[in-house]
């Protein structure tokens, strides 16, 4: 069986790289191409008439999911009946969602962070209340707002910059700046390309700089936040950051907002430019793993959804694909590894907006707008069992170390030319986006393989902070024989670590 | 079985590996199979040897397919999978070197989506549902060209009946999943208004523009509400579109004065609330709390503006938007052409009705 695999795909590989046939993507609704097995993916029902890019999720304490959509409807699904209610319209392009409880929403539009509320109780909001709207606006049409994130004290959003394909409104809101005018996605109103605070007293304050199109933000476990960024100016590849006060992640036009400051930042020198910036935590390749990055979903503790609980997940809008991140700390600083969670099997691309529902199951919106994307709403099942997959990826100052969820097959795993690393960086500069630069292959240079079979530790050739490691498996597959479900990751080499790490000895 | 579940593995990590040479310029089309055996699009242009991922959605009541022939080949394709047909097959789809893409036959609800590249050299290259029946009248043609296409009207590649309608597919699909009713509101980008723009449709086909940056109505229309088909589609570049008429615009500095002063007031908005449809705004003007609601007048165009103002211990000034207009208040004294002025307890719950003058100016 093994053999047959392996000749197919070598046919495959032949027919479709060299003659260029037609790829099967996605299959529909066939049943069986939906299932990988441990994941499968269905279509959820939606109401006639409705224009379904998602622009936020959550779910009500009394199990109803409640979604907000580009044409500023907010409806409300109950799970159980598979019925649609609506709860609120005539938003302007919510981006995101909050559930306070079963008759209170927050939702971020355009203009404002609004609180819905269902006094009532007859299933729709009746109250419109201004949240917060003390950030500019300035009718540039890419100014979105996403959020809000929530860590159970206080609320985060994240504003987007302006395009260059389009200019300001002479009537704004808020404070201008016209130095924030620069070459790419600018900021010409107050704290565009900033994530914000709302603190409980109500006040909105600056948290930190640096956003170009900050589509994703979300709390991990720990309570630290997260958020994504798209490829472009300043941004060589998109990108997961750790967000902390005051610092600056690199898009340069929000730095006209900080504090005290003036100049131009256009005529900083980018080395000075770069020195201040902090880096993403994860590097996402362009055209490999992802093009433009949007939520991210930590997958809850204790949860019904398989091995990798306390880790992030990404929605990601060109691929049919959700992407998984393995953070860990090194040298005081978040930084790791991304591979896919889920590719295809069902699942369509435009992967905007995720949410867990009370039975574990994972909810993913669809979205679009005019760039590459779809509509409407997909549902995950974990269907039970173990994919064999890397669980974790840690670098070690001499390499890596791979953590699988199952022993790996020893007469597979010890070959060294079964890891194929290779290793580039992305530009800091102006530019939109950065090829992959001074690409290399690292040679592998030992594997070693813990007792239990779990822990693979390879030491490479050569470990240089500031690249990408791109790791491509070869065949693997577990003890009993479960093939190794994604073997690309892409590790982001911020920071390598001083301490000795050996294999656990379990 | 379980050497087509290898399969559809090896697929999936194949196309994974694809997309990395294959995803730039990549050409998304969604074609729909719909009632009347017919694809909702007629015609397809893409650019030579450019990538193409197609889309195939059934959402018509029979199964179809799809299938992409060389030049000129279509109607030979359509005869051979006939004969495939009378030979018992299910399957529709020839083996012929006239097949250059294929989508199998797909049930009713069912999509199926393909990526392929498009041929090197220009041409019309048919495509046709090969379905028993369906082939004579089913079919389109994607160019492969960088050029224009040619006039619908005389095209031959496509079916005689959709030469001159492009109106299959554009059939006004509804704007929600709940009837187009009025009264209506949208937060949206309006024309004339800062860029947190309100607009408020009202029975009677009046509508206003309320700004929620500045706390004031901008300006009033008959004749319909708004179009926001292109802020929709697009990524929200173009503004809603008035439908109607603007019939009056405040273009004062600011409608309200608080005191003696000429001061614009500060303004924070702080809400709405819905009733009936329509909404109740709430604003601060200094730290004046006032509410604000609207309705249509309907023997001649125009609006009622229901105003409460609360906390307030000084006298209040409204001043007129545009003077060729009928103003009326239930409430205070006009103590000049344009400036109503209003006590404490006055404001407290008052109205003024802004109509047009028929009579003319």
């Known amino acids: 069986m093994k053999k047959h695999s392996l000749v197919i795909v070598v046919i495959i590989w032949i027919v479709a790289g060299c003659t260029l046939q037609p790829i099967e993507r996605e299959a529909g609704m066939i049943d069986d191409q939906r299932i990988d097995n441990f994941y499968s993916v269905e279509d959820v029902p939606l109401p006639e008439g409705l224009t379904a890019e998602i622009g936020g999720m959550d779910f009500m304490p009394d199990g109803r999911m409640i979604v907000c959509f580009h044409r500023g409807e907010v409806m409300t699904y109950d799970p159980r009946e598979k019925t649609w209610e609506l709860f609120a319209e005539g938003l302007h392009d919510p981006l995101g969602i909050l559930a306070l409880n079963n008759w209170e929403v927050l939702v971020m539009q355009r203009p404002e962070l609004t609180r819905l509320v269902d006094n009532d109780n007859d299933g729709e909001a009746e109250e419109y209340l201004v949240a917060t709207d003390d950030f500019g606006i300035s009718g540039n049409y890419h100014e979105f707002a996403y959020g809000p994130a929530y860590n159970g004290k206080d609320l985060y959003i994240a504003l987007n910059c302006a395009s260059k394909n389009a200019g300001i409104w002479d009537e704004v809101r808020g404070e201008t700046n016209m130095l924030g005018e620069v070459a790419g996605m600018y900021s010409a109103v107050e704290y565009r390309g900033w994530v914000m605070k709302l603190r409980e007293d109500g006040v909105l304050e600056p948290v930190a700089s640096g956003f170009r199109s900050p589509d994703g933000i979300g709390f991990d476990l720990e309570g630290n936040l997260f958020v994504t960024d798209n490829q472009g100016d300043w941004l060589g590849t998109s990108t997961l950051y750790h967000v902390e006060e005051e610092n600056f992640y690199g898009q340069i036009s929000s730095l006209v907002w900080r504090e005290g400051w003036n100049g131009d930042p256009e005529e900083m020198p980018v080395s000075t430019l770069d020195s201040m910036r902090t880096k993403a935590a994860v590097l996402f390749p362009h055209n490999i793993m992802s093009n433009s990055p949007t939520q991210p979903l930590v997958i809850p503790e204790n949860s019904d959804f398989g091995p990798f609980a306390g880790q992030l997940l990404v929605g990601e809008m060109d691929f049919p694909r959700i992407v998984r991140v393995m953070l860990e700390k090194v040298n005081g600083k978040f930084q790791g590894a991304c591979t896919s969670f889920i590719d295809s099997a069902g699942l369509s691309i435009g992967n905007h907006r995720m949410v867990f529902g009370p039975d574990g199951s994972l909810w993913v919106g669809k979205s679009a707008y005019v760039w590459v994307g779809d509509r409407g709403i997909q549902r995950i099942r974990y269907n039970g069992g173990i994919p064999m997959d890397v669980l974790r990826m840690n670098v070690i100052p001499e390499g890596f170390k791979l953590t699988f969820t199952r022993p790996v097959d020893r007469k597979m795993a010890e070959k060294p030319d079964n890891y194929r690393f290779s290793r580039y960086y992305y530009a800091y500069h102006q530019k939109y986006g950065s090829p992959r630069m001074d690409e290399q292959p690292v040679a592998v240079k030992q594997v070693q393989i813990s007792e239990d079979g779990k822990e693979v530790l390879l030491t490479l050739a050569e470990m240089i902070p500031g690249y990408v490691y791109d790791l491509q498996i070869g065949q693997l597959s577990s003890m009993e024989g479960v093939n190794l479900k994604n073997r690309r990751l892409f590790y982001t080499l911020n920071e390598l670590p001083t301490n000795q790490t050996a294999l656990s000895s379990r | ?361």
């Open chain 2, 1 to 361: 079985m379980q050497l087509r579940t290898i399969l559809v593995f090896s697929v999936i990590f194949l196309s994974n590996l694809l997309t990395v040479f294959a995803q730039t310029d990549t050409v998304r089309i969604t074609l729909k199979a719909i009632s009347g055996l017919q694809y909702d699009q007629v015609r397809l242009s893409v650019p030579p040897a450019a990538w193409v991922e197609l889309t195939l959605i059934n959402t018509d009541e029979m199964p179809h397919n799809w299938i992409m022939t060389q030049p000129g080949a279509r109607e030979d394709v359509v005869d051979m999978s006939l004969e495939l047909a009378k030979q018992g097959s299910t399957d529709y789809v020839p083996e012929s070197d006239k097949v250059l893409q294929a989508i199998p036959l797909i049930l009713p609800e069912e999509k199926y989506t393909i990526s392929f590249r498009a041929p090197t050299s220009e041409g019309i290259y048919p495509y046709v549902c090969t379905y028993p029946g369906h082939g004579a009248v089913m079919y389109g043609a994607i160019y492969v060209t960088n050029n224009q296409l040619p006039p619908l009207t005389t095209d031959e590649n496509v079916p005689p009946n959709r030469r001159n309608d492009e109106n299959v597919a554009e059939e006004k699909p509804p704007k929600h999943p709940y009837p187009d009713i009025l009264p209506a509101m949208y937060r949206t980008f309006m024309p004339n208004c800062g860029p947190a723009g309100i607009a408020v449709g009202l029975l009677g086909d009046i509508s206003y523009c309320w700004d929620a940056g500045q706390c004031r109505l901008r300006y009033v229309w008959k004749g319909g509400f708004i179009d926001l088909e292109q802020h929709w589609s697009g990524k929200g570049k173009e503004l809603a579109e008035i439908v109607g008429l603007v019939f009056y615009r405040d273009s004062t500095e600011f409608p309200f004065r608080i005191g003696e002063g000429q001061e614009i007031p500060t303004v924070e908005f702080l809400g709405y609330e819905m009733k009936n449809r329509y909404p109740t705004f709430k604003y601060r003007l200094n730290d004046v709390e006032v509410t604000e609601r609207i309705v249509p007048t309907f023997e001649t165009p125009g609006i009622k503006r229901m105003l409460t103002f609360s906390g307030l211990n000084e006298s209040l000034r409204f001043v007129k938007g545009q003077h060729n207009m009928l103003y009326y208040s239930n409430q205070g004294e006009w103590e000049d052409e344009k400036t109503l002025r209003l006590s404490p307890e006055e404001a407290q719950e008052f109205t003024i009705t802004i109509t047009e003058n028929m009579s003319g100016i």
